[in-house]
Structure formats: C-alpha cells, structure tokens
C-alpha cells in the first residue's frame, strides 16, 4: 500500500465581492488529489482535499516542497502499525520535515491541503465517513446533526441595502437560523446596515458581524459600544489576528460574545490566543480552519491545547464551509460549522442530498469526507486525477 502520487492545480475562485480588509477579484485555491495503490469497490482510491477560501492557492509549494517529501518517504513509513491504511500523523511528520518552528503562514495552507486528502483517502480505505472514524478514533460518540450557519453580506460594489436584506431573505428561506455579514468599513456605513438587516430578520434568524481584523482598537472599542445595543450572535475578527491585547481589551467594552482564530494558523497561535487573547469560555467562539492550519492533524493537538485552558471543544466554530470541518464537527463533538450557501463553489457546501433546517444539518453516511455526495465537486475533483 504506497501513495504512487499527488497532483494539484490551483483554481479561481474569483468573485465581486469584499470584505473590510480584502476583494475576492482574483482569489484561488489550491486542489489536491492523492492517488494511492488501493482499491475498493473495483475503484483506485484517490483523496482529495483543498485550502479554504481567503488565501490563495499554494501550488508552487505543494509542487516544489511538500509533496515530493511525501513521494520520497519509504512508503512502509507511512504506513499504521497493522499495515492496513496510511497513517496520516506519520505522512505529517513527512510533510514537514526540516521545517523550522514558527512563521506560520502559507507552508499551513499547503500542508493542510494535503493533509484533508490525506484524510479523505484514510477513511475511504477504512470504508468509513471520516465523522465516524473519528469518533472511533477519539472514543467518542459522534452526532451527525451538525449546527451551520449561513456567511454571507459582504460589501458587492454597488449593492444597497435592498439586496443585503434580499439575501438575508433568501438565507431564512433555506433553513437557517442564524446568519452573518460583513462589517469594518465605518460605523456610518454599517449601523444602517445591520438596523436593515435586524428588521428583515424579525426575530426568526440571529445576526452575527466580522470585521475581518479591519479595526484598530479605538475603532474596534467604537464598534464594540455600538454592537452592545443590538443582541448579536457574535462580534467576529474586530483587529488584527495576532493583536492578542486588543481582544482582550473588547471584553470591557463588549459583554456580548465574540468570534476570531479563522487567521490563527497553528497549535501554538491557538494556544496563545486562549492564553492572552481575553477570550471568554462562557460565551466567546473560536474560529481555526485546519484547511488553513496544517490540518487535521494539527487541529487534534489545537483540541488537545483547548482542553489544558479549560474550553469545551463545543465552543469552536470553523471557518471555511468546507465538508473536513463538518466531519470534525460530527466525529469530535464542535459547535458546528460556518457554510456559504452563495460563495465559493463548487467547494463549500453540502453534499447533494443534505438539507438545511433549523440551522442544522445531518451528515450522510459516505465514506472518506463525502465528496463524492457532491457531484459538481467530484466532477473537478475526477478531472484532476484521471
Ligand atoms: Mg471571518
């Protein structure tokens, strides 16, 4: 049993829209496909993974870097102990040998993609969704039903409130109960906006806002004594990523809860935003992508830390609305998972047959993550490995 290849090809995933700090104009990703030497179901199996959406596509140190370390491994090496599957921590360390620590910030992405393939093809030669192979794992009992919601309202050029509140609409229509927009451009902009958006929905839908690390923290502080007046779902990203003192700073001026980790790219970063970050366990949520931070296998050693600074893995969140984050959530026991019911496709969202309602969805049981649920995804996804 060996890994005979991996390929990848970077793909736009271009739109009109912004957010406060960047336009998606010529955003990309990076696709994945490793290609193993087993077989089931009469069909060579392949996994497949991608980066998130928000940086781009890392084909350069995909191609150059990590996967001929991978191809170059004794292919006994990443091998489990029985034999019987890839090991996907020992394909890590392969991965990342001879990588100094620290300096967390495109090798994550790139390394994540490869690790959600990875994973893909793990579970599909254990004839298993990855939600439950997790769970087994972990000893856990996994749950199926997964909370999602619905990230959207970004600034289109040209768009006026009218449509901001259309969307909304359209969100509530297709089973969800909670809903977010972008925020960050000035308070005179936005409260007009969020005031529109709260009376469309009604009371039937919470809103939840993300300023994309945009503020500084008098502008964050300015926001946060403008967003305690509405009772939002969160206050999301208000400054900079790594800016630890100024989270811990809103927690004065904003009693409500806040989300942010989405730009917090490994274990470590993690650690230090529950550390110095302010972030409260009772109420606040936390955001880290694996797709964008060395994967899943990292993502375990985040859980792991969360678990030594007294969180509850329920209280994270993922960013991305990608199938990995939805598995993770059922086999490990989130909170839920962010999707993008307009955005990014083919590649967030559901498989095909999975419905919205109530905010929640319910995993089908497919093996490895459940591409192959979704048939405009696995079609670029068999392009690329045939
Ligand atoms: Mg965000």
Redesign the pocket.
Known sequence: MRIVEIRERTAPIASSIANAYIDFSKMTLSLVAVVTDVKRDGRTVVGYGFNSNGRYGQGGLIRERFAPRVLEAEPKALLNDAGDNLDPDRIWAALMKNEKPGGHGERSVAVGTIDMAVWDAVAKIAGKPLFRLLAERHRREANPRVFVYAAGGYYYPGKGVEQLRAEMRSYLDRGYTVVKMKIGNSLDEDRPRIEAVLKELDGKARLAV?A?GRLSLEEAIGYAKMLRDYPLFWY??AGDPLDFTLQAALAEFYPGPMATG?NLFSHQDARNLLRYGGMRPDRDWL?FDCALSYGLCEYQRTLAALDVAGWSRSRCIP?GGHQMSLNIAAGLGLGGNESYPDLFQPYGGFPDSVRVSDSHIVMPELPGIGFEGKSDLIKVMRELAK
Do not use: I, P
């Open positions: 993300d994309n999301e990203e989405e955001q960013h």
